[in-house]
C-alpha cells in the first residue's frame, strides 16, 4: 500500500517534469472528453425534460385528422368517447400557438378549465376570467412583465388585446413551461377565433394502463377519423429521438476515437531516450518491470482522471451555464421554439460513472503495451552506454 | 486484447523452457509480464462491467412495458439472464487466474506457469461467450416485447425454481442461513488454528455452500426486509436509489467473502509445492481472515436490516406462527 | 546457509549479446572468478575487455548466456527477473560512470529512488536519505536539481544513492572517469571507508590510479572477455 502511494507520488513528479508533454496529451484528451460529456449531458437532459412533460401527458390523446393533416375535433366526440368502458375523465382542449412579431417568438398557447394539476409551481394564480391570463418565465421575461403586469397579444381578427398578469410559471424543468400563456378555455376561443363547437384535441383518461390500447382501438373504430396517440406511443416517439441506444452507440464510438487518439499521438511521440535511460535508471537500481508498469499505469490513470474532470467540468459548464452554445446550432429546432434556451441542470450518476469508464479506461488500456515495452527495458543497456 | 493475452498464453505455454537461458526464453518471461497486466485490467473490466451491466439494465426498464427493475430488462430478453451469469463466473474465474498468477510469481522457479496459461486459454473463450452474450443482449431487444417483472417472477405462487425458492418460508431459511454462517465461522476458525487439508477442502465447500444459501435467503427473506413488503422478493429492486443503494454493499461483500473462501481449499494443493512452501500457510490466514471479516459483514448488514425494518413485528408474528397464508392479503394493504 | 569466505563466485560464465544475429558478439568467454567478502577488488583492463558487462552480470544485471553466478552462495543465474530484482534491491549498491541520476529531479529524490518501491514508510525513507547525506555533506543541497551541481557533487549523490539500500556489495563502474587527481583520491578515501563497514567493493577501472592503490586488495585483469590473470 505504501509502496503504490510512493509509486503515485513518483508519478505525480514525473508528470510534472514533463511538463509540456502531459500539458498537450490532457487538453487534448480534455476536449476530447468534454465534447462526449456535452453530448451525453445535452441529450440525457433533453431526455430527462421529455420525461417529465410526459409524466404529465394525458393517458390517450385523441385528434382528428383530414386529408392526413391535423384537424379540429368537434367536441362532441368527447362525450362519445367517454361512454367507452374503462374511460374515465375526458377533456377537450384548446390550445395553439402565437407568433410574436414584436419579439419573434413563437408561444405556445394553451386553454385551461381553472385545475390543470400538472402546471404546479406557480407564482400568482391560474386565470379566472377573459380578460386575464398565466405565463411562463421565458414569455414574462421577453414581454418584460409579471404577475400583475399587462400582456397585450394580436388575436385572429388582428386586434390587440390586453390581458392582466395573474401568474407566472416558475417550473424547475422551463422547457415544459417556458413559452407558454394560459388563457381560459372561452378566452382562447375568442382570441384564435375558433368555430363553436370545436376544440384542439380530446384528452382521455384511462383508469388501466393495460387497456390503454383496447380503449385506442375503440376509439378508432367509434370514430374513423380521430387519431388516438397513447402515451406509450408517446414514450416511444420520444425515444426515436432520443434513442438510447444511438447513445450508446456515440459512447461506443466516442470512446474508439479516444482510443484511436491516443494510439496516434503515441506514435507520433513515443518514448522519449531521455524517458527510456529513466526507466533503464529506475531498473538498474532495484525497481523490477512490475513496479515500472505500476509507475506507468497510475501516470495513465493521473492524466486520464484530470482529463476526464476537466472535460466534464467544461461540457457541464458548456450545456447549463453556457446554454450549450456549441451544440444548439445543431439541433435548431428547440431554440426556434424556445426563445430562451436553458436546461434544467440535472446530474445523473450513472452518466458520469459511464462517461469515466468510456474515457479512462480506454486511455489505460491503450498505454498498456508502450507502458510494457518500456518496463522491459534492460537494467544493464544504462551501464553499457 | 484479451485475445493477445491469449495468443501470448499459447505461445508460452509451448515454449516455456525455464531451463534454458536462451533470449526467446527471456522474451518469454517478459511477456508474462504484459499478459498479467493485461489480465489484471481484463479483471478489473469485468467487476466493473458487472456492475454496469445490472445498472444499464436496471436504467432501461423504463422502455419496456411492464418492467419496474432490472429482472425486467432481462426478461424481456432472456439472452440477459445468461450474460448476467457468464459476468459472475468470469469474475470469479479472472479472479482465481490473478490469485494463481500471484502464487506462481511468489516461486523462484515458476511452479505454476503451465498451468496458469492451460486455464487462460480455458478462461479466453468464456471471456468472448460472455462479450457475445452480452452483444445479442442489447441488440435483440426490442422495445415492443411486454415484459413481465419481477413481480410476476418472484412471487411466491408460481411454478419456476425462482418463485419455489422466493416461496421458501421466512422462518426456516432464516434458521438455515443464520447456522450456515456460524458453521462457517467455526471453520474458519478453526481453520487459523489448524492447516489440515480436509479442514481447508470444508472449508471452501461450506464457503460454495453458504453462498448459494445467501442467494436463496436474498430472494426469501432478506429482501422482504429491504422492501418492507412480505410478497415483494426480487433480488435486483434492492439496487435502486429509493432502497438507499444497499444491494451494492450486501452483493459486494457476499461475493467477495465467498471467493476468499473458496481459496484455500482451491489451492490446497499448490501449499504442497516446495518454491511455494514458505509463504503458502501465511497468504492462507490472510484469505481465511479477510474471507470472514467480509462474511460477518455481510451478516451483519443483513440482520441490522432484518432488526431495523419496519416489517418487524409483522414476521415476528409470522415466523411465530409458521404461517405463510396471510401473505397474500398484506399485498392489498401495503401496495404503493 | 554456510557464510563463505566469497561473497561472488562466478563458475564459467559466458556471455553472447545479440545471438544469432548478424551483430552477434562474445563479451565473456569462460570467466570464473571469486571475490571476497569485504576488500576491494578491481576488474581491471581496457575498454571493451569486458569489465562492465562482468560486472553487470555479478550484479544482477543481465543474465549470462552460459555458467553459474553464485551470490552469497546462491546461483543467481536461473532466478526469474523479480527475484534477480531484490537481489539488486537488497544487496547491490551502484555507482555508474555517468552517474546516471535523474536530472531534472532533486538530491534527495534522486537518492530516495531505490527505496520508492517498497513498504517503507515515508518518513524512515526520508531519515535515511538524510543520514546518507549528511555523511557526503550534501544536505543544504538536497532541494537542488542535480543538473545543477558540480561533477563531484554528483558523484557523492550518487553515492549517497548507491548506499541508501544499505547493501553489501558496491559495484562502481570507471568511477574515477570524470574526476580530477584530488577528487579521485577523496573517492578512494569514501571506498575505503565502506570497506571498513564491512562492504564488499568491486569496481571496474582502467585507471592506474585506482588499481595501483594501496587499499586495493585484488585486482582481475581482463582483456577480450577472457581472463588476463589474478594477482
Known amino acids: ?20 508533454k502531459s500539458l498537450a496529451i490532457i487538453s487534448a484528451f480534455t476536449v476530447v472528453v468534454t465534447a462526449l460529456a456535452s453530448i451525453l449531458l445535452f441529450s440525457n437532459s433533453l431526455k430527462k425534460e421529455a420525461a417529465s412533460l410526459l409524466a404529465s401527458a394525458p393517458d390517450l390523446i385523441v385528434q382528428r385528422t383530414m386529408g392526413g393533416r391535423h384537424e379540429l375535433i368537434p367536441t362532441d366526440y368527447a362525450a362519445q368517447i367517454r361512454k367507452i368502458h374503462g374511460v374515465g375523465e375526458v377533456n377537450a382542449r384548446y390550445w395553439g400557438y402565437y407568433y410574436d412579431a414584436l419579439t419573434g417568438a413563437n408561444f405556445t398557447v394553451l386553454g385551461t378549465e381553472g385545475n390543470p394539476e400538472t402546471l404546479q409551481l406557480l407564482e400568482g394564480r391560474l386565470p379566472a376570467g377573459e380578460g386575464e391570463c398565466a405565463i411562463g418565465a421565458g414569455v414574462a421575461n421577453l414581454k418584460n412583465t409579471g404577475t400583475g403586469g399587462e400582456l397585450i397579444l394580436v388575436d385572429s381578427s388582428n386586434t390587440g388585446v390586453l390581458y392582466e398578469v395573474t401568474g407566472v410559471f416558475r417550473a424547475d424543468s422551463s422547457l415544459l413551461t417556458n413559452d407558454l400563456i394560459v388563457l381560459s378555455n372561452d378566452a382562447i376561443k375568442g382570441f384564435f377565433g375558433l368555430p363553436p363547437g370545436k376544440a384542439t384535441d380530446v384528452a382521455v383518461q384511462v383508469f388501466n394502463e393495460n387497456e390503454l390500447q383496447t380503449v385506442a382501438a375503440k ?57 527510456k535511460q529513466e526507466i533503464g535508471i529506475l531498473k538498474a537500481i532495484g525497481w523490477d518491470t512490475s513496479e515500472v508498469l505500476a509507475l506507468k499505469f497510475w501516470e495513465g490513470v493521473i492524466i486520464a482522471l484530470t482529463s476526464y474532470l476537466l472535460g466534464t467540468i467544461a461540457g457541464y459548464l458548456h450545456i447549463f451555464v453556457f446554454n450549450a452554445f456549441l451544440l444548439a446550432p445543431v439541433i435548431k429546432g428547440w431554440s426556434v421554439v424556445f426563445p430562451d434556451f ?24 491503450s498505454t498498456v503495451i508502450p507502458a510494457w515495452k518500456t518496463a522491459i527495458t534492460d537494467p544493464d543497456t544504462i551501464m553499457r552506454g | 486484447m484479451t485475445l493477445y493475452a491469449g495468443l501470448l498464453g499459447t505461445v508460452v505455454l509451448l515454449r516455456w523452457d525455464f531451463q534454458s537461458s536462451s533470449a526467446y526464453q527471456l522474451s518469454l518471461e517478459r511477456k508474462t509480464y504484459l499478459i498479467s497486466t493485461i489480465m489484471n485490467y481484463v479483471l478489473g473490466f469485468q467487476i466493473l462491467s458487472v456492475f454496469l451491466f445490472v445498472y444499464t439494465a436496471e436504467d432501461i426498464h423504463q422502455l419496456f412495458v411492464g418492467a419496474m427493475c432490472a429482472t425486467g430488462s432481462l426478461n424481456a430478453n432472456p439472452v440477459g439472464w445468461l450474460a448476467l451469469l457468464s459476468k459472475i463466473i468470469i469474475c470469479f474465474a479472472a479472479g482465481l487466474w490473478l490469485v494463481l498468477n500471484y502464487l506462481d510469481h511468489l516461486g523462484e522457479d515458476f511452479p505454476l506457469v503451465r498451468l496458469k496459461y492451460a486455464v487462460l486459454l480455458v478462461l479466453l473463450p468464456c471471456i468472448c461467450a460472455d462479450l457475445y452474450l452480452q452483444l445479442q443482449y442489447f441488440l435483440g431487444l426490442d ?51 489448524w492447516e489440515k487439508a480436509f479442514l481447508r477442502y470444508l472449508h471452501s465447500s461450506l464457503a460454495a455452500l453458504f453462498f448459494i444459501i445467501s442467494m436463496a435467503s436474498v430472494v426469501s427473506f432478506i429482501s422482504m426486509y429491504v422492501y418492507e413488503l412480505p410478497t415483494h422478493h426480487c433480488p435486483f429492486d434492492m439496487i435502486q436509489k429509493e432502497y438507499s443503494f444497499i444491494g451494492y454493499p450486501l452483493y459486494a461483500t457476499l461475493f467477495c467473502g465467498v471467493f476468499f473462501g473458496l481459496l484455500p481449499g482451491i489451492f490446497q494443493r499448490a501449499g504442497s509445492i516446495p518454491s511455494l512452501q514458505r509463504n503458502f500457510r501465511k497468504i492462507e490466514r490472510t484469505w481465511l481472515l479477510f474471507s470472514l471479516g467480509c462474511m460477518t459483514s455481510f451478516v451483519m448488514l443483513t440482520t441490522y436490516m432484518v432488526l431495523f425494518s419496519n416489517l418487524t413485528y409483522f414476521s415476528v408474528l409470522k415466523v411465530l406462527a409458521g404461517n405463510t397464508a396471510n401473505e397474500r392479503i398484506i399485498p392489498c394493504l401495503l401496495q404503493h | 546457509m554456510e557464510r563463505s569466505a566469497y561473497i561472488i ?33 578491481v576488474l581491471q583492463g581496457p575498454s571493451g575487455s569486458g569489465k562492465t558487462s562482468l560486472l553487470s552480470a555479478i550484479g544482477c544485471m543481465s543474465r549470462p548466456t552460459e555458467g553459474k553466478i553464485f551470490v552469497d552462495g546462491k546461483d543467481v543465474v536461473k532466478l526469474p527477473e523479480r527475484f534477480l530484482t531484490e537481489m539488486r534491491r537488497n544487496k547491490f549498491g551502484f555507482i555508474f560512470q555517468q552517474y546516471h541520476l535523474i536530472r531534472s529531479l532533486s538530491v534527495l529524490d534522486n537518492i530516495v529512488l531505490p527505496l520508492c518501491p517498497t513498504d517503507l514508510p515515508p518518513a524512515e525513507m526520508k531519515e535515511r536519505a538524510l543520514a546518507v547525506m549528511d555523511r557526503f555533506s550534501i544536505t543544504e543541497k538536497k532541494k537542488m536539481k542535480v543538473k545543477f551541481l558540480s561533477g563531484g557533487e554528483q558523484q557523492r549523490v550518487a553515492i549517497a544513492r548507491a548506499l541508501i539500500n544499505n547493501p553489501d556489495v558496491i559495484i562502481a563502474d570507471e568511477p574515477t572517469a570524470h574526476l580530477d587527481k584530488k577528487l579521485a583520491a577523496e573517492f578512494m578515501d569514501i571506498l575505503a571507508a565502506l570497506c571498513g563497514e564491512n562492504r564488499t567493493v568491486v569496481i571496474a577501472t582502467h585507471d592506474a590510479f585506482v588499481y595501483e592503490h594501496s587499499l586495493v586488495g585484488k585486482i582481475i585483469a581482463m582483456r577480450d572477455g577472457r581472463l588476463a590473470g589474478a594477482h
Open chain 1, 342 to 365: 436553458h436546461l434544467t441542470p440535472h446530474l445523473d450518476p450513472y452518466l458520469f460513472f459511464t462517461l469515466g469508464f468510456l474515457t479512462i479506461a480506454p486511455y489505460v488500456a
Open chain 2, 143 to 193: 422495445p415492443d416485447i411486454i415484459t413481465s417483472c419481477c413481480g410476476s417472477l418472484f412471487s411466491t405462487s408460481g411454478g419456476s425454481v425462482a418463485s419455489s425458492i422466493a416461496g421458501l418460508p421466512a422462518g426456516p431459511s432464516m434458521v438455515v442461513f443464520y447456522t450456515g454462517f456460524v458453521l462457517y465461522a467455526v471453520t474458519s476458525l478453526f481453520g487459523l488454528f
Open chain 1, 1 to 20: 500500500m505504501i509502496k503504490h502511494l510512493k509509486i503515485i507520488d513518483y508519478a505525480l513528479t514525473s508528470i510534472l517534469r514533463r511538463r509540456n
Open chain 1, 219 to 275: 376509439v378508432k373504430r367509434l370514430l374513423p377519423d380521430s387519431r388516438p396517440i397513447t402515451r406509450t406511443e408517446l414514450v416511444r416517439t420520444y425515444d426515436m429521438v432520443f434513442n438510447w441506444r444511438s447513445g450508446m452507440m456515440l459512447s461506443v464510438f466516442g470512446a474508439a476515437l479516444i482510443a484511436f487518439c491516443i494510439l496516434a499521438w503515441d506514435k507520433a511521440t513515443g518514448i522519449s531516450a531521455d524517458e
Open chain 3, 9 to 41: 563466485r562466478t563458475h564459467h560464465v559466458k556471455k553472447v549479446y545479440n545471438p544469432g544475429k548478424p551483430d552477434e558478439m562474445t563479451a565473456l568467454h569462460d570467466i570464473s572468478v571469486e571475490i571476497e567478502r569485504g576488500g576491494i577488488t
